[in-house]
């Protein structure tokens, strides 16, 4: 993902309002990033079973989500993370204290 | 005479883990809290804390040596840099992390999720911000990392062993990724260390009463620094390359190696 349309995705999902907006870029995103079909990104796909995340791509997630958010992602937040839903709900609870 | 030494010295090993486990009780739930009451600033509690916990571990391996049971060495090398940086090294025994806890300041440690939910050794842990390497799935590899990035941030150093358990007798398991990627990731250098235990002792699956009647040699050998920046590696080909260093230098004290020739007791270039 080049920057320019990285900074933009990033100021899209930083002005989400929805749920189902936050998964459309999460799933954008995530597609470039790990080379995934975006129809495998659904809410339910777990990130290590569905769409063989290691830790090192989850450590890319959490820094893309942090860029995405602006805010660094809690440590525990993240370990408690095992599906898309899981992510779109740790991003609106974020963006929701935030706003 | 063998039957009676033996017990005397089962006993007195069983006292050095007696005492290690009540001083870590006494300091969780009595010297670290009342701490904590002085030090608000959590940094500042997790420095005092770490440096109560390196005198503590100081007079646990003191106590070892006093009863020749175990004596642990540091052996040449360089002093580590002042600013922060990722120390790695082999594990052979069950106290490498309580002597390298002892020998040098401000490090965080990647522990055990068990250790961790401990409630006597965890509560210590925490306090002195040790971190929870998580229980071997990816989430909790993530976090981890990410948690030693936020240390190196604050001016800590962290502590991984790449082999993420005890070495098997005389070997080693494979190096995990994680340590090179956090030095990557955080622009920090690492810092290798060396450790032999000979005769071996306190090794992974061997009960505390089945231990050596000599005096176990526990020796930390630190070698040079790596600039993980400088070399222009992945974490991926960085891991393979200090692995296979290591490697060369078990072969090399087991005779092992074509070039066995002087072991180890030098800082190491990376792949030499």
């Keep these: 993902m080049n920057d320019a349309t990285e900074h933009e995705a990033i100021a899209r999902i930083a002005g989400a309002t929805s749920r189902e907006q936050i998964l459309h870029e999460i799933k954008s995103t995530m597609a470039i990033m790990f080379e995934l079909e975006p129809d495998t990104i659904t809410l339910e796909a777990r990130l290590v079973d569905d769409l063989d995340l290691d830790s090192i791509d989850a450590i890319d997630l959490a820094v893309k989500m942090q860029d995405m958010i602006g805010a660094r992602v809690d440590e525990n937040a993240l370990r408690k993370l095992r599906t898309i839903g899981d992510v779109v709900d740790l991003i609106e609870g974020m963006l929701r204290s935030r706003r | ?75 040449g090398g360089a002093d580590p840099p002042d600013a922060p940086f990722v120390m790695i090294a082999n594990h052979q025994t069950l106290v490498d992390v309580t002597a ?72 080693m398991h494979p190096f995990r990724r994680g340590a090179f990627e956090l030095a990557c990731r955080a622009g920090v250098p690492i810092f290798p260390v060396f450790i032999t235990c000979n005769p071996p002792a306190l090794m992974k699956g061997v009960p505390f009463w089945r231990q050596t009647d000599e005096t176990a040699q526990l020796r930390l050998y630190p070698w040079e620094l790596i600039d993980a920046r400088a070399e222009r590696l992945t974490s991926k080909d960085l891991t393979r390359a200090v692995e296979a260093s290591y490697r060369l230098e078990l072969d090399s004290r087991a005779g092992r190696a074509e070039n066995a020739g002087e072991c180890g007791a030098r800082p190491r270039r990376l792949g030499s």
Excluded at chain 2, 1 to 17: H, K, Q, T
Excluded at chain 2, 138 to 162: C, K
């Design chain 2, 1 to 75: 005479m063998r039957a009676p030494y033996r017990a005397i010295r089962v006993f007195l090993i069983a006292s050095a883990f007696f005492f290690f486990w009540l001083g870590a009780v006494l300091q969780a739930w009595t010297l670290f809290p009342a701490m904590a009451l002085v030090y608000r600033d959590e940094l500042r509690r997790r420095r005092a804390c770490q440096r109560v916990l390196k005198h503590g571990f100081r007079l646990f391996h003191g106590y070892m040596r006093v009863l020749r049971l175990l004596e642990t060495k540091v052996v």
């Design chain 2, 100 to 171: 390298l806890l002892a020998t040098y300041d401000g490090v965080c440690c990647f522990v055990k999720t068990e250790h961790m939910n401990n409630p006597f050794i965890g509560r210590l842990l925490r306090y002195a911000g040790h971190i929870d390497a998580g229980g071997g799935d990816a989430l909790g590899g993530a976090a981890a990392i990410q948690a030693g990035i936020e240390r190196i941030e604050q001016g800590f150093s962290v502590l991984i062993f790449p082999e993420g358990t005890r070495s098997p007798r005389g070997g």
